[in-house]
């Protein structure tokens, strides 16, 4: 029964310090599959899926060794197959990133086909389209993706979606590819380039990442590399949220300001202020909050990861109408059902939210519907009024570190619990 119990009603004032981040350090373990060398990740988050993902890299014979709660070293040098398996790996989208490395380093790699978050039908045709076309054989047996080649030749790869994972994934596999690959229509997004960097310092030629078009020109090899990985953009905005939705004041620290510009720009757009500093936001908000519209776009527009925490925000501008167009995946709006258990108005109509601004939210059972829309519930609780419990929370465990803790660091009267006693003492306010 493990849950989150929240006393809501209390503006979250103070700073809060960001964690490496998920989507980036997720490719980055994969990618760091691709030499013999040693290679040192820096300012990893210490998360579900990255652990489920080190396992996944411990079973087929990689040396990952934790070096504190942030870094870690790797040496794949002694794999001994492509194959990936594991319930927990096979549950997590980001299992597919094995498939472009183990391909791009040996030529062959089987994973079952990915799990994560049910937002919506999530297809890979991209990345199998890519890995055709890299001259590689790609067939689904009983729920295994299995690619192999002889040899991967360059291709020219025109992405019929813009995709994060498809980009990175191609990317993988066209480093250690002869000639000169180009990929077009591609992810803008910080976590493509911050992949892209990592080759690049294990001695990949990337070019062009963070625009339309990235140039790979293959080289034979891939060498040790020592990488820090960039700061999460959606953690920070989550936090840069709870500063709006509780009418608090919070400085989010060691994190990209330009990674969270389309964010910061809602946020004024509502009604909040928010300052910028070299690595560091702060976010204030006193007034009422004012509505908007909302579309999720691949980056830098508005991103899809930042839906459910806007749109629990925008539940609380009283009196407005707002409206929150999902554009990426189709079945994102599945907390608004939530939500409304905490008084919130919300209709969808097909891939449109519409909410109608409430004065307040009271406090409610709820559930966490998947990882995003699980911490945005969790802001909602902290705005509401009276006692709420989170459950599903290993949803939000997936992707958030010491959340709890950090929301308490910032006023927020969040407690986990894993039993009946332990709930009994946080409504009744005793630990
Ligand atoms: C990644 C992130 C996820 C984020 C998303 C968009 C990870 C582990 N997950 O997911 O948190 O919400 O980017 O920023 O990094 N599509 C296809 N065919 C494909 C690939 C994608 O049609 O082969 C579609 C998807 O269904 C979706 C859209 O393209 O509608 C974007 O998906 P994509 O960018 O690939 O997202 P993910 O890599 O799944």
């Given at each position: ?35 013999d060398?040693t ?104 729920g295994?993706i299995?690619?192999?080649?002889i ?51 294990m ?8 625009t ?5 020109r ?10 820090t ?52 936001v702060?976010?204030f ?26 749109s ?59 990882l ?28 958030y ?31």
């Amino acid at each position: 029964m493990d849950q989150y119990a929240i006393w809501g009603g209390n503006p979250l004032v103070g700073e809060v310090e960001i964690g490496g981040a998920k989507n980036t350090a997720l490719p980055i373990l994969a990618a760091a599959l691709m030499t013999d060398d040693t290679v040192i990740i820096d300012n990893l988050p210490d998360i579900r899926d990255i652990n489920v993902l080190l396992d996944a890299m411990k079973n087929i014979g990689v040396v990952v060794e934790r070096r504190g709660r942030h870094q870690v070293k790797i040496n794949a040098s002694q794999i001994f197959t492509t194959a990936i398996e594991g319930n927990g790996i096979r549950k997590m989208r980001a299992s597919y990133y094995f498939l472009g490395a183990l391909l791009g380093k040996y030529k062959s790699a089987s994973v079952g086909l990915p799990g994560g978050c049910e937002i919506g039908t999530r297809a890979i045709d991209q990345h199998i389209k890519g890995f055709r076309a890299l001259g590689a054989k790609v067939r689904l047996e009983h729920g295994i993706i299995i690619t192999e080649a002889i040899d991967l030749t360059s291709a020219h790869i025109f992405l019929d979606v813009v995709s994060v994972g498809a980009t990175i994934n191609l990317m993988m596999a066209a480093v250690l590819a002869e000639g000169q690959t180009v990929i077009e229509n591609v992810a803008k997004e910080p976590h493509v380039v911050d992949v892209a960097n990592f080759l690049n310092s294990m001695g990949a030629n990337i070019k062009g990442a963070g625009t339309d078009v990235i140039r790979i020109r293959g080289v034979k090899s891939l060498h040790g590399s020592e990488y820090t990985v960039i700061p999460d953009q959606i953690e920070a905005g989550t936090f840069m949220m709870a500063a709006a939705i509780t009418k608090g004041d919070v400085t989010v620290k060691n994190i990209i300001p330009k990674h969270l510009e389309c964010i910061s720009a809602k946020l004024k757009e509502i009604g909040c202020e928010v300052q910028e500093s070299d690595d560091a936001v702060r976010v204030f908000c006193s007034k009422c909050l004012k509505g908007t519209q909302v579309k999720t776009m691949p980056y830098p527009g508005f991103p899809t990861d930042m839906q459910p925490q806007i749109s629990v925000t925008l539940g609380l501008s009283a009196g407005a109408t707002s409206i929150v167009r999902e554009s990426i995946f189709e079945n994102r709006f599945r907390y608004l059902e939530e939500l409304t258990k905490m008084g919130a108005k919300a209709t969808i109509e097909g891939n449109v939210a519409i909410l109608e601004g409430v004065e307040k939210y009271d406090g409610a059972s709820i559930s966490a519907t998947d990882l995003r829309a699980g911490a945005a519930l969790v802001l909602a609780a902290l705005a509401a009024e009276g006692f709420s419990t989170v459950d599903h929370i290993h949803y939000i465990e997936r992707g958030y570190e010491d959340f709890p803790e950090k929301l308490m660091s910032l006023g927020g009267h969040i407690r986990r619990v894993t039993n009946a006693e332990e709930l009994k003492k946080a409504r009744l306010k005793v630990v």
